[in-house]
């Protein structure tokens, strides 16, 4: 079993930067993909980005790249999202996800295995 609490969402004026957090607890989990993903209000969950706990190697989605940078700290078990430059629409709920084996290129919610509660992104214009 693998526990992620998010934290750091907040309002934000566009333009603006925000980093999240996803701390990781639980059973061994050097061998996880961990992702964030994103839900905009009547809309259905999105891929963000994710990275290879071991290895480091990231992956972003087309929309958030060049913007946001995953990253992770292992001696602190933590998981990141650096945003920068934000936009109205990258307003949602950010969730930050585990998945055991596999490539940081899936994208699919219902590949992961385990979820946080979530954290509250508002950007306004």
């Known amino acids: 079993q693998v526990q992620l609490v998010e934290s750091g969402g907040g309002l934000v004026q566009a333009g603006g930067s925000v980093r999240l957090s996803c701390a990781v607890s639980g059973r061994t989990f050097s061998s996880y993909v961990l992702g964030w993903f994103r839900q905009a209000p009547g809309k259905e969950r999105e891929f963000v980005a994710a990275?290879?706990?071991?290895?480091?190697?990231?992956y972003h989605a087309d929309s958030v790249k060049g913007r946001f940078t995953i990253s992770r700290d292992r001696a602190k078990n933590t998981m990141y999202l650096q945003m920068n430059s934000l936009k109205p629409e990258d307003t949602a709920v950010y969730y930050c996800a585990a998945r055991q084996h596999g490539v940081v290129a899936i994208t699919t919610p219902a590949d992961y295995d385990y979820w946080g509660q979530g954290t509250q992104v508002t950007v306004s214009s």
């Open positions: 990275i290879s706990w071991s290895y480091g190697t990231t």
